[in-house]
């Protein structure tokens, strides 16, 4: 199966070059390094969202509420940020991280103790945080002019040639690479994904490790939340409203199954990296960016397509081993 998803990874990474290699075709300045370097920043908190969903996802599980919990962080600290200008901004970063724990730590504990389907759990929440998120704001938007200088330069700070941005992106797909492979916690994840019951006779507390996958989802789109604000320098009740689709459908089409158990890193960061340059392709050979989220769905069919057809010839190959006693 792992060789399944590096050649996954490898085809999709193709599939990138090829896409930028076509529309260059068409505007030579697309490939330019700055610009490579600018779709790459653009894509920067897709590709976190997308690592936060690729764990919870492995479990057998699913976060529909990150984009909702990204919204209210965001709008928690820039309310904060105007009422206190003073605050550092990385003491913020912390508040819209620790916010964000405490909305996915809710996701995590309903599913855990109540055991409620994860796909209505988190149903509710992005009902529930959108409308908290109203609340706070009283309907209202934090514009820039409300928020302070160093709130909103700090993703932009340029350093080695990239913005800060950029360079948190890298950083926690590093973390996450971490996690995921040199952890007990990152077995776990898989081991819960691929065998929940065999998961418990080998001591793995499954709702215990859910849980924590709901946290760090939680923590890495509250995180996302002070980006998001910083980046784009508004914060709005409608902030990243439906990117929920857009972060599902980097994890699937990287190859991570929605059946769990199955997903790397790396094919998290291609599979946003992908919906990335199509964002920024659509402009360039003059089709409506209104057209990316038909586009991101039909990605999304072609990947489950392909995932299972993947899982299905892999399963007939173990069964005609046995059949053969090899």
Same mark, same amino acid.
Request: a positive charge.
């Given at each position: ?11 999709l990474l +193709?599939?990138?070059?090829a896409?930028?290699?076509?529309i260059t075709?068409?505007?030579p300045?697309f /490939?330019?390094?700055g610009?490579?370097?600018g #779709? ?5 908190i897709l !590709?976190?969202l997308?690592l936060g969903?690729?764990v919870v ?5 699913i976060?529909? @509420?990150?984009?909702s919990n990204l /919204?209210? @962080?965001?709008? $928690? ?6 009422a ?8 913020l970063m $912390?508040m ?8 996915? =730590?809710?996701?995590g504990?309903?599913?855990w103790k109540?055991?409620?389907p994860?796909i209505v759990?988190?149903?509710?929440t992005?009902t529930i945080f959108?409308?908290?998120n109203?609340?706070?704001a009283g ?7 409300e928020?302070s200088g160093?709130f ?6 340029n ?9 948190? +992106?890298i950083a ?8 995921m492979?040199?952890t007990?916690?990152?077995r776990s994840?898989?081991? !819960? *994904? ?5 998961s ?5 507390d499954v709702?215990?490790?859910k849980? #924590?996958?709901?946290?760090i989802?939680g923590l890495? &789109?509250?995180?996302?939340?002070y980006?998001?604000?910083?980046r ?6 409608e902030?990243?409203?439906?990117y929920?689709? =857009? !972060? ?8 991570? =199954? %929605?059946?769990g158990?199955? *997903?790397?890193v790396?094919s /998290? ?8 340059? %199509? ?5 360039? !050979? ?6 990316q989220?038909? #586009?991101?769905? +039909?990605? #999304?069919?072609? &990947?489950?397509i392909?995932?299972a057809?993947?899982?299905r010839?892999?399963g007939?190959i ?5 059949e053969?006693?090899?």
């Amino acid at each position: 199966m792992s060789r399944l998803v590096r050649t996954r990874e490898i085809w999709l990474l +193709a599939a990138i070059v090829a896409m930028i290699g076509a529309i260059t075709l068409r505007t030579p300045a697309f /490939a330019a390094p700055g610009n490579l370097l600018g #779709i790459f920043n653009n894509t920067a908190i897709l !590709i976190i969202l997308a690592l936060g969903q690729m764990v919870v996802i492995i479990t057998r599980s699913i976060d529909l @509420s990150m984009a909702s919990n990204l /919204a209210l @962080s965001g709008m $928690a600290v820039a309310l904060i940020n105007a009422a206190y200008p003073e605050i550092p901004v990385p003491l913020l970063m $912390a508040m819209a991280a620790v916010c964000g724990l405490a909305l996915g =730590s809710i996701n995590g504990f309903l599913v855990w103790k109540l055991d409620i389907p994860p796909i209505v759990v988190t149903l509710g929440t992005l009902t529930i945080f959108r409308g908290t998120n109203f609340l706070i704001a009283g309907g209202q938007w934090v514009n820039a002019d409300e928020l302070s200088g160093d709130f909103i330069q700090a993703t932009r700070l340029n350093l080695l040639g990239l913005p800060l941005l950029s360079w948190c +992106a890298i950083a926690i797909a590093l973390l996450f690479f971490v996690l995921m492979t040199r952890t007990p916690l990152g077995r776990s994840i898989y081991a !819960i *994904g691929v065998n929940p019951t065999a998961s418990v006779y080998a001591g793995i507390d499954v709702g215990r490790t859910k849980f #924590i996958a709901f946290c760090i989802s939680g923590l890495v &789109a509250g995180f996302c939340g002070y980006l998001w604000v910083s980046r784009y320098v508004i914060a709005s009740v409608e902030t990243a409203n439906g990117y929920e689709l =857009s !972060i599902i459908a980097a994890c699937v089409i990287g190859g991570v =199954s %929605i059946a769990g158990g199955i *997903g790397t890193v790396g094919s /998290a960061v291609l599979g946003a990296l992908f919906l990335g340059v %199509i964002t920024s392709a659509l402009p360039v !050979i003059n089709i409506s960016p209104f057209w990316q989220m038909a #586009i991101s769905g +039909a990605a #999304i069919i072609l &990947a489950v397509i392909l995932n299972a057809r993947g899982e299905r010839r892999k399963g007939r190959i173990i069964l005609k081993r046995a059949e053969t006693g090899a």
